[in-house]
């Protein structure tokens, strides 16, 4: 069986194992992961919150991502199509 490596190049036995050392859930990696997380993002970030990515950026709130692309809520629309919520 294959070894699983973490951002960090330390290796575990499973996914299982790897998730325990970061405190997060396999469920939550896997899902951040298919949204397009980093595997860094998918296993620091609190499992508890959700998160904007936008240009490479990670975004607490929406409120955040706004301010950083100059928008108002109102106007999310115009960069809806290139934000995931991880």
Do not use: W
């Not at 936008?54 to 199509?81: P, Q, T, V």
């Amino acid at each position: 069986m294959e070894k699983i490596t973490d951002h960090l190049g330390n290796t575990y036995d499973t996914l299982k194992d790897m998730c325990a050392e970061y405190g997060v859930s396999v469920n939550c990696y896997t899902k951040r992961m298919q949204r397009g997380a980093s595997k860094r993002d998918a296993l620091t970030m609190p499992c508890d919150k959700h998160y904007y990515k936008y240009n490479g950026h990670i975004f607490l709130s929406k409120s955040g991502l706004l301010a950083y692309a100059g928008l108002n809520e109102g106007e999310f629309y115009k960069i809806a199509d290139k934000v995931k919520k991880i």
